[in-house]
């Protein structure tokens, strides 16, 4: 087979660097590429870029930005991901999300030059059943590519679905690379529309990861807010509303006993479980609340479900937990976490990714440059042990540029 060369012919020169640092595994000879990975996640709220410096073991971040959706597309991919749209609108939804990933992409980039891209796209169905597995992402990577003129690595849960694994989740070969500390027990805890929790227990010679999705994070708090300002406002800011409710613990401990909670990784989940079918279900017995405690009992029952993962499925006491996402924003949904990991674990080091140099959205879209890049070079990236596949696999599709026309 014939070996790729890079994906573009020019010197790399480091920008931007001034208080950044490489977060280092092991040393590898290949060359590190400038690479950019785009992610929007399950909360639908905007899409995040981080431009980056890649190599096998090291990350830098160069440059972290955001766009907001349109919202037109917003309300478009929020009906997609309720299962209300048709063959014909989502193939057209699917080609609007490209153009507007790739038009964001190069407004951000302004003059910079990169030699790769990752795309995650929008899920709007993720379903891995162990009998007839699927997994869906808008954003057609097409455009991207005509764009930059650069490959772009897109579709990259699927190969880890079609070896028998979950397709998630995918970030854990970044935590490591990013957060993990030889002798510490570190936990890397992403707060998007759902939670999802890396495990990296670097305790004896070689780290031991694991890694599965908790449950709720932003998903229901955002769905409450939409419903309470009939769409004028996407979620709680900072959690300020939250604050000032009740939470109804009653309702929180029967929701504590969901499956999904109490099923042994690995384990993934998304808006099909814990969005708009889960808030419809429980809306009857929470609308006769006021909107503060109804968002209150939410964030209870999001900090009390990820306590109750680490409490049944960790192997041991996290010395550190790293708090990122959108919901890492959330002062009140991250005080009622920090509380209830202090519980269990009164020691544990609880801070934000932003104070250890990622800025809490840049985390997820650094990830995917990460994985594009091991793409390109042809390695595996996905961890069979956290997906549950059965192999590892290389994860991604390549649309390559025709520089030469």
Not at 102 to 116: I, K, N
Not at 185 to 196: A, F, K, P, Q, T
Request: proline share 7%.
């Amino acid at each position: 087979m014939r070996r790729r060369k890079s994906p573009a012919g020019f010197v790399v020169r480091e920008r931007g660097s001034s208080g950044k640092r490489f977060s280092t595994v092991a040393d590898h000879q290949e060359q590190p590429l400038l690479v950019l990975g785009i992610m929007s996640g399950t909360s639908l709220d905007s899409v995040d870029f981080a431009f980056c410096k890649v190599g096998s073991s090291r990350v830098r971040l160069l440059k972290h930005w955001q766009a907001k959706f349109p919202k037109p597309l917003q309300e478009r991919l929020h009906a997609a991901a309720r299962n209300q749209a048709t063959s014909y609108e989502l193939g057209q939804w699917h080609h609007d999300l490209g153009r507007f990933y790739a038009g964001e992409a190069r407004r951000g980039l302004r003059t910079r030059r990169v030699q790769l891209a990752g795309l995650h796209g929008q899920t709007v169905f993720h379903h891995p059943d162990r009998k007839n597995p699927a997994t869906f992402q808008l954003g057609e990577p097409a455009y991207l590519a005509e764009r930059l003129r650069v490959p772009v690595i897109s579709n990259f849960r699927a190969a880890d679905l079609a070896a028998g694994g979950q397709g998630a989740p995918l970030a854990t070969l970044f935590h490591q690379v990013a957060f993990g500390k030889p002798g510490w027990h570190v936990c890397v805890n992403n707060l998007g529309g759902i939670s999802n929790v890396t495990s990296i227990d670097w305790r004896g010679s070689k780290p031991k990861l694991l890694a599965f999705d908790t449950g709720p994070a932003n998903a229901l708090l955002d769905l409450a807010v939409r419903r309470f300002t009939r769409g004028q406002r996407m979620y709680d800011r900072q959690g300020g509303w939250a604050a000032r409710g009740r939470p109804h613990q009653r309702i929180v401990e029967r929701w504590l006993e969901h499956p999904f909670l109490h099923a042994p990784p690995p384990k993934s989940t998304g808006r099909e479980l814990f969005g708009e079918p889960f808030f419809n279900r429980v809306w009857r017995e929470i609308s006769k609340l006021s909107p503060p405690d109804v968002l209150a009992t939410f964030a209870e029952f999001t900090a009390r479900s990820v306590a109750l993962n680490y409490q049944l499925h960790l192997p041991a006491r996290p010395d550190q937990v790293v708090l990122a996402g959108g919901g890492a924003m959330n002062r009140h949904l991250v005080s009622r976490i920090r509380a209830h990991l202090l519980t269990l674990h009164p020691r544990t080091l609880i801070q934000t990714s932003a104070t250890l140099g990622w800025p809490v959205q840049s985390v997820e879209p650094a990830a995917f440059a990460l994985l594009a890049y091991y793409r390109w070079r042809r390695k595996p990236g996905n961890i069979p042990s956290t997906t549950g596949a059965r192999r590892a696999v290389l994860l991604g599709q390549v649309v390559e540029h025709s520089p030469f026309l």
